[in-house]
């Protein structure tokens, strides 16, 4: 714990980004769009789709930039990295996230019904976030390459989305339906997440091997 807090404290103000996004720009963002559409029903599916898209990634940036001093450290930060894989401080980093993450949508709930279930699916998808920069960051040493994966997958999607079968993509924007936003459409497959959630174990098995592989 005490390593977590002193790489949170070197972060300096990059550590109150995911907070920020959180509890600043996504309710700002909300907002806006009330404001400027006047409580239309529109806006709750609009509000599901600007989750989807930024929660997820801001999760990586507190493990992109802590890891940043040992996949392009010196030698001792090489050891550290490859003695533990740097896996249980990932473990812990994702859970905080995800736990001021669930105050958010606690807030929401008192707004809108079944929004855990929202909070689920961008769970999962930022699980899935949080394994591909873990395994692009041991497997390319570099911490640009490593938000760019994400940042690459998401842009590829969202771009792509109307072309794209839905089964395809980690996001979730034709289940939306107006009025209900938060609660998964009776057409989404499971499984789909369900396969996220298993392609997300096997980038951490990848990444976690890179890292406990790596000697420098």
């Given at each position: ?11 300096r103000f990059v ?164 009025g209900d936003v ?35």
């Amino acid at each position: 714990m005490r390593n977590i807090w002193y790489s949170m404290k070197n972060l300096r103000f990059v550590a109150l980004l995911p907070p920020a996004v959180l509890f600043l720009v996504f309710p700002f963002l909300i907002w806006c769009v009330v404001r400027i559409n006047a409580y239309s029903q529109d806006n709750l599916s609009t509000i599901g789709e600007l989750a989807q898209m930024l929660l997820p990634f801001s999760m990586i940036i507190w493990p992109a930039f802590i890891f940043r001093q040992y996949v392009e450290g010196g030698a001792r930060e090489v050891i550290f990295a490859y003695r533990k894989g740097y896996f249980p401080e990932l473990c812990l980093y994702g859970g905080l996230y995800l736990l001021l993450a669930a105050v958010l949508f606690f807030v929401l709930s008192l707004f809108y019904q079944d929004v855990w279930w929202e909070y689920l699916r961008v769970a999962v998808q930022s699980i899935f976030f949080l394994s591909l920069v873990y395994a692009a960051l041991f497997a390319t040493h570099s911490t640009a390459l490593g938000l760019m994966a994400p940042l690459l997958v998401e842009t590829f999607f969202v771009l792509l989305k109307d072309e794209l079968p839905s089964t395809w993509s980690p996001f979730t924007f034709s289940s939306l339906a107006k009025g209900d936003v938060f609660v998964a459409s009776q057409g989404e497959a499971v499984d789909k997440y369900v396969l996220l959630l298993l392609l997300s174990a096997v980038l951490l098995a990848f990444g976690y091997w890179r890292a406990r592989r790596w000697k420098g």
